[in-house]
């Protein structure tokens, strides 16, 4: 077989225009800097009004910049509150709604202001060097609560030199004697433990409520007298190499005085005082060794006492609890690609308020969302659908209300790939799978495309039928893109998610991926001599795995792919929790296991041009992963190719043009070894 050989230099910039019918009006690299989202969205106490994050791509900055809008839950009002330089997030409203707090980026510090709305003039209550987060009002509207990283003391093993004045020295050696030394986003961390914070609404300075070294996490609650905060954290002397082990704790605003709540095994978080004070609501985890472990909504007294779950039949992970009334508490929870918002009563009366809220994500069609409750029920909720990111969206006396329009200029006029919903049968063991299918831009039934299969990340992660700016492109290109939630995938229960377990990846989900390949080749959709495989990731690895074991696929690309589980699970950031809950034993007791779900176990057999793209600085799947993958396909004159992406971490797709890159370095990849209808047998 002859392939296309025309792209001989990969570069950004490749031309989707020539790939399609010149009448259609394609989803471009371009019209990704044009993009908004609805995020954040925050009900005004008296239930008539919203105010919510507005994320935009920056093409001058090549960043994802936000302004807080505000609008009226009747649809009489929409216009900006705070949109000058700067990036804005965490808007909350005061008590009595007169005030809105936020934080603004701007340099090297995070500030903390009032935004008072009858005058529109803007207090600085606070400017730091560690961002502030879970910024929570007190009852009164006196004060403001927060949780903020404090640097702790290490011990120093030598004495420091001293310098000469105007000497210029090499760095000091780093010295790390933690277990938790360092993360994905942030790289090699300060020693610093997270706290609790308070401070004046008309300013002053701010007081610290809790100590120890250990990290206090949110969200924060007030007890309505304004008293306490609840809040969840480990206080065990061995919290560093524990894992999923956590307990509500109270705070005494006036003397910092610890009152813990909750002590059983696991991980209780979240806590939600109801609003007259009688309960607290809360979210449990289970300590098991399984990768995937469903979290349930609890509800006990406010002493702690007489703790039940209320959600222990739903069996899925619940998550952002908001009371709905003082009996009635709100939630999060996925099911079958979709995140919907729950409601239970303190009696476990459950039901769904709202479905499909999203869109939040705009890369990959992950399922996304983020909502807010207020008097009287109400919700404000981010929703999008496959042709569009969130809009804003009302759900007030029974009656659903689209808010904005925030991407009606651009993708009303541009073509984009329609989305099908479709189930098919593993060929492992007859396990029912959903997909989806985008269809390119003018796609006529009858007629077979070349396919993408794009794998996604996790595995305890899920895709659903929402926009996708990546997945777009790829269509804009002439593909027919595919996608499936395999087993592992959450929003199946915990049986389906943890049938990866021992077993990421394998040839269980291996044979997922094929069967929708063979679903579409059966339909009639794909051109059984162009099949692509991608995936980032859990995805790379389920892409680097899958051409070990066929050399169906004309190309492949995995991105931020695991290669080798031995040296991957003692180099990344994510070891402890990793090797405790997706293996049977660390690597030097169960080397074999180790090394048969490897990729590079499988490299003796690999044919398929294979790209490699991760980000220099990924602490999650470093990029020695990648390395090793690239030279043993380069000792084995496999074509292939690693694309570097410098000062970056595991989110090689955070920054727009960087998104535009991964989709452009793919889709250069794939027309490298795309078969043409000219091309010789």
Known sequence: MKRVT???????????????????????????????????PQISPDGRQAVYVRRFNDVMTDRTGSHVWL???????????????????????SPDGTRIAYMKSASERTALYVHYLESGREALLGSFEE?????????????????????????????????????????????????????????????AYNHIFIIPADGGSERQLTSGDFHHTGPLSFTPDGREILFSANRSDDWELQVREADIFSVSVNSGELTQLTDISGVEASPKVSPNGRYVAYLRTRNEPEPFVATTVFVMDRDGSNAKSLTDSLDRRAGNLQWLSNSEVAFTYQNRGENMIGAVTVNGRRRVAVEGIGGTT?????????????????????????????????????????????????????????????????????????????????FEDGETYPLIIEIHGGPHLAYGPHFSAELQLMAAAGYVVIYDNHRGSIGYGSEFANLLKYKYSSPDDFADHMSAVDWAIDNGFADADNLFIAGGSAGGIATAYAIGLTNRFNAAVAAKPVINWVSKVLTADSYIDQIATQFPGPPWEELEHYWERSPLSLVGNVETPTMLITGEVDYRTPISETEQFYQALQLRRVPSVMVRIPGTHHGIAGRPSRLNAKTEYTLAWFEKYRVTDGDEE
């Not at 010149?22 to 990704?32: E, G, I, Y």
């Not at 569009?388 to 007030?396: G, N, Q, V």
């Not at 189930?423 to 003018?442: C, K, R, V």
């Open 131 to 191: 961002e502030p987060s879970e910024i929570t009002w007190s009852p009164d509207g006196d004060a403001i609560a927060f949780s903020m990283a404090v640097k702790g003391e290490g011990e120093d093993l030598v004495s420091k030199p001293t310098k000469p004045e105007g000497a210029e020295w090499a760095e000091p050696p780093m010295v790390i004697d933690r277990a938790r030394y360092r993360t994905n986003s942030d790289g090699f961390l300060d020693l």
């Open 362 to 442: 705009i890369g990959r069609p992950y399922v996304s969302g983020t909502y807010d409750a207020g008097r009287g029920g109400a919700l404000v909720y981010t929703k999008g659908n496959a042709q569009r990111p969130a809009d804003l969206y009302a759900l007030s006396n029974g009656r659903i209300r689209r808010l904005t329009t925030l991407n009606e200029d651009l993708l009303a006029h541009r073509d984009l790939g329609d989305i099908r919903t479709f189930t098919f049968d593993s060929s492992l063991d007859g396990l029912e799978i959903q997909g989806w299918m985008i269809t390119p831009p003018g």
């Open 71 to 93: 609008t009226a839950l009747d649809g009489s009002l929409h216009e900006p509150l705070l949109a000058d330089a700067g990036s804005y997030s965490s808007p909350r409203w």
């Open 6 to 40: 025309a792209l001989a230099v990969l570069a950004a910039g490749i031309s989707f225009g020539a790939l399609a019918n010149d009448d259609l009006r394609l989803f471009s690299t371009d019209d990704v800097f044009e993009l908004e989202w609805a995020d954040e």
